[in-house]
């Protein structure tokens, strides 16, 4: 009988296994070796019994060693699947290219969602560097001020549709073809300020009637946050048309909400406080994995790209490709074909590509949201700082007599007799002119001071809260407080909500599904959103 030694196949089937390979027994007699294993073992060739007997036991102590090697490998790679690596000081294959290893590299530790660790920085990066990379992390990975953009969408929204509302009986004279300014000269100025509006391709009282009556619809849905991202399309429409077709109507609070009824569109307006929050909530707590089918986002995105393209291919007036518009060179044309694609892709990729594409397209879309709310602020920044230099610049400023005036006007005198007994005080008046210059200047310099910038925001607040009532000018008041709203602290305006969800809930109180009508409201969820 010849003496097998164990084949490398028993090995690996043991470490495999997690159990030490068994050694064959091993008969006494063995056949004598030849020359060629002789030469490898470094022993001459020998013969006999007691040859074979010292082969055998040699044999023997060789395939034991191979036992315990394989025990020590298959409780390494035991401890190795249940434990995690420990660093060493020592190199290793990883540290050290010299250093051979047959077993795999092992893979860097993941959090608790699954998610790969984060990379240590590198020990050369700068603080610059460290800088710049933490400031494009933060406005790329979140869009910012949620709520300051809902109280601006809210705000304006809620603004012009008063407005509109108002003017209702007066809507002919101010925007429509029965006005002073007819349908002809609003063309000839518009072709000369390259200003842009939907009320010049026809002077009929029907399509009048179908601009003023969307742009109240549109109003009141941006105001409920229904589908936020068309809708502040549409609002920009409406408020650009019918402000630019009478140039001439309106004060300073219209220049505001035309500015930002243009910045609205880059915003995410709608994440709180809004129908689209409730739905993605909703959507949110159903069954993961199911494509949400958009329906009537699909229709409402077809009919408004075939109403564009029916007006692109009729050539109506301000919608150019290359021509004036909203930024140099870009004209009207493609600004809005550049929106509508927008929408369009982004709801593909959210049902077809929920993957890296989503990642990047999201990612823009927190850029550009944090950039529009940047430009917000600057602009609100803007209006003060000018407005109080120029009143340094007004010897009735100077002399402390500039509010006096307006209050003898009879346009801006809603209550004669109240306002007769302030402009009676020398002191209030003096007082009332130089605290608004100073308010002012001085508001744009508080925005690093948190404390002293809320104390000048609620004396901002007032002030215009005051002018509506005082000087009978409500709207420009409610835009220009809607405006200083994007300065409000978060936490004051979650307690406002929360404060306005519980006096809703008291006003108008709803049906909860008891146990006897289905089953329960699900942990977590209250039973009026549910």
Not at 439 to 454: I, M, S, W, Y
Request: hydrophobic share 45%.
């Amino acid at each position: 009988m010849t003496a097998h030694r164990v084949p490398p196949q028993t090995a690996r089937e043991a470490a495999a296994a997690g159990s030490p390979a068994k050694v064959p027994d091993v008969p006494g007699p063995t056949a004598p070796m030849d020359a060629a294993a002789a030469a490898d073992t470094g022993s001459p060739t020998t013969t006999g019994r007691t040859g074979a007997s010292a082969e055998a036991a040699t044999v023997s102590t060789e395939a034991a060693t191979v036992s315990t090697e394989v025990a020590t490998v298959s409780t390494e790679v035991a401890t190795a699947s249940t434990e995690p690596p420990t660093p060493s000081a020592e190199p290793t294959a990883a540290t050290d290219p010299s250093t051979k290893s047959a077993w795999p590299p092992v893979t860097p530790p993941h959090g608790p969602d699954g998610t790969p660790a984060p990379l240590r920085t590198r020990p050369d990066e700068t603080r610059i560097e460290r800088a710049f990379g933490q400031a494009f992390r933060r406005v790329t990975g979140s869009a910012l001020a949620p709520y300051q953009s809902a109280v601006i969408r809210i705000g304006f929204a809620a603004t012009w549709l008063l407005f509109l509302l108002r003017e209702w009986p007066n809507r002919q004279e101010l925007y429509g073809p029965n006005g002073p300014w007819s349908g002809d000269m609003a063309r000839r100025l518009l072709d000369v300020n390259q200003a842009f509006s939907i009320l010049t391709w026809s002077d009929s009282r029907g399509w009048f009637e179908l601009v003023y009556g969307l742009a109240i619809i549109s109003s009141a849905l941006l105001l409920v946050g229904w589908r936020t991202r068309t809708m502040s399309v549409l609002f920009m429409v409406g408020v650009l048309s019918l402000q630019n077709r009478s140039i001439f109507i309106g004060d300073g609070g219209d220049n505001v909400i035309h500015l930002m009824a243009i910045y609205l569109v880059l915003t995410r307006c709608g994440q709180v406080w809004s129908l689209d929050a409730r739905r993605a909530a909703k959507r949110a707590q159903g069954p993961a994995g199911v494509p949400e089918r958009d329906i009537t986002g699909v229709v409402l995105w077809a009919v408004l790209g075939l109403c564009l393209a029916a007006a692109q291919v009729l050539g109506m007036s301000g919608l150019s490709w290359f021509g004036p518009g909203p930024f140099p060179q870009v004209g009207w044309g493609l600004t809005l074909w550049v929106l509508w694609l927008a929408h369009g892709a982004w709801w593909a990729v959210r049902r077809y590509a929920p993957g890296e594409p989503r990642v990047v397209l999201d990612m823009i879309g927190k850029l550009v949201h944090n950039g529009a709310m940047l430009v917000i602020v600057v602009e609100v920044c803007l209006i003060y700082a000018t407005a109080g230099w120029y009143k340094i610049q007004g010897s009735r400023w100077q002399d402390g007599t500039a509010v006096y005036y307006p209050m003898h006007l009879d346009y801006f005198s809603p209550w004669p007799e109240l306002s007769r007994v302030l402009a009676d005080s020398g002191l209030l008046i003096m007082l009332i002119t130089y605290g608004t210059v100073i308010v002012q200047v001085a508001f744009p310099f508080t925005l690093f001071n948190r404390r002293l910038k809320n104390v000048l925001l609620v004396a901002m607040i007032c002030e215009h809260l005051s002018i509506a009532f005082l000087l009978g000018l409500p709207f420009f008041s409610l835009a220009m407080i809607t405006a200083d709203a994007v300065f409000l602290p978060t936490v004051f305006l979650v307690w406002l909500g929360g404060r306005s969800s519980a006096v809703r809930d008291r006003v108008l109180p709803r049906r909860t599904r008891g146990p006897e009508r289905g089953r329960p409201a699900a942990a977590g969820v209250r039973p009026a959103d549910s």
